[in-house]
T-cell receptor
Framework: EDQVTQSPEALRLQEGESSSLNCSYTVSGLRGLFWYRQDPGKGPEFLFTLYSAGEEKEKERLKATLTKKESFLHITAPKPEDSATYLCAVRDHNNNDMRFGAGTRLTVKP | ETGVTQSPTHLIKTRGQQVTLRCSSQSGHNTVSWYQQALGQGPQFIFQYYREEENGRGNFPPRFSGLQFPNYSSELNVNALELDDSALYLC??????????????FGEGSRLTVL
């Protein structure tokens, strides 16, 4: 069964203090690994899809990387508006569902 | 291009009642998935509809049922509500079919409270 574990559960940073969020996964055959951002009381907002080990994608202050066992979401010089819960999810070739982790709740203080 | 829209945004029901949640998919998308998100947890897959047929189901009892209409909009029905059904219900649309990359685009959710 596909499994996704995110760490840490919560992360508090000062504005400008770079850090990384981790997503460890097990899947029978990876179709894609997805990162989402979710603000309180809102639906998840799509950020990135990664398909194979070694792939990297960037968007503003965010950079996602992928290995065969985990993905990292690197946040460079974060701003308070980056505060949100970041969700990681995987999809395999055998199922139609997307398996989510519990998320990392990021707070960036000014 | 309109995104995924869900209704109602909030509702309160009592145990044993029935509820229907509605979702309009993003323009051009023919697949709708429903997820349940409890507080502090990641979304959990309920089921998916592709071209009006159920196309996968998670570990939810039969009192959770759904429909997809010819315009690809969808409904989630929950019978005999239990207190544990209190959650944010998320609808997501995507372009289905073989070879698709599978990104899901979510609506803002329907917050259900069962008393």
């Amino acid at each position: 069964e596909d499994q996704v574990t995110q760490s840490p559960e919560a992360l508090r940073l000062q504005e400008g203090e770079s850090s990384s969020l981790n997503c460890s996964y097990t899947v029978s055959g990876l179709r894609g690994l997805f990162w989402y951002r979710q603000d309180p009381g809102k639906g998840p907002e799509f950020l990135f899809t990664l398909y194979s080990a070694g792939e990297e994608k960037e968007k503003e202050r965010l950079k996602a990387t992928l290995t065969k066992k985990e993905s990292f979401l690197h946040i460079t010089a974060p701003k308070p508006e980056d505060s949100a819960t970041y969700l990681c999810a995987v999809r395999d070739h055998n199922n139609n569902d997307m398996r989510f982790g519990a998320g990392t709740r990021l707070t960036v203080k000014p | 291009e309109t995104g995924v829209t869900q209704s109602p945004t909030h509702l309160i029901k009592t145990r044993g009642q029935q509820v229907t949640l509605r979702c309009s998919s993003q323009s051009g998308h023919n697949t709708v998935s429903w997820y349940q998100q409890a507080l502090g947890q990641g979304p959990q897959f309920i089921f998916q509809y592709y071209r009006e047929e159920e196309n996968g189901r998670g570990n939810f009892p039969p009192r959770f049922s759904g429909l997809q209409f010819p315009n690809y909009s969808s409904e989630l029905n929950v019978n005999a509500l239990e207190l544990d059904d209190s959650a944010l219900y998320l609808c997501a649309s995507s372009s289905g079919g073989q070879g698709r990359t599978g990104e899901l685009f979510f609506g803002e959710g329907s917050r259900l409270t069962v008393l």
